[in-house]
């Protein structure tokens, strides 16, 4: 069975710095894992996302403050946040599908094939 299992979360001060996990029960070879957030009544948005090769891509608008990656070979992938704003308050959910990262995964939320419930990020000023 796929399992995909967000962690971590909180609430954090302007500035602050957060850890999320992902962990994933995944049979196959190839993956693409990503985070991706949602704020109620907008569409959710590509944060960064990891391939089974070890490649990571991120959003323009988080670069050089996240950074993505796997713990050891293991189906765990961290999501290390720091100097957090309140703009990016959400619910973050982590998706995987059985292929290797494309683009097209960071920027649609359809090409994820399996969700997590998510887990909710709040920075306060």
């Known amino acids: 069975q796929f399992q995909v299992m967000e962690s971590g979360g909180g609430s954090v001060q302007t500035g602050g710095s957060l850890n999320l996990s992902c962990t994933f029960v995944y049979p196959y070879m190839n993956w693409c894992v990503g985070w991706f957030r949602q704020v109620q009544g907008e569409e959710r948005e590509g944060v960064a996302t990891?391939?089974?090769?070890?490649?990571?891509s991120y959003a323009d608008s988080v670069k050089g403050r996240f950074t993505i990656s796997q713990v050891n070979g293991a189906k765990t992938l961290h999501l290390q946040m720091s100097d957090l704003k309140p703009e990016v308050s959400a619910m973050y959910y982590c998706?995987?599908?059985?292929?290797?990262?494309?683009?097209?995964?960071?920027?649609?939320?359809?090409?994820?094939?399996?969700w997590g419930k998510g887990t909710l990020v709040t920075v306060f000023s």
């Open positions: 990891f391939s089974s090769i070890g490649t990571a």
């Open positions: 998706g995987a599908d059985p292929e290797r990262c494309l683009q097209e995964h960071l920027t649609d939320a359809n090409f994820m094939d399996n």
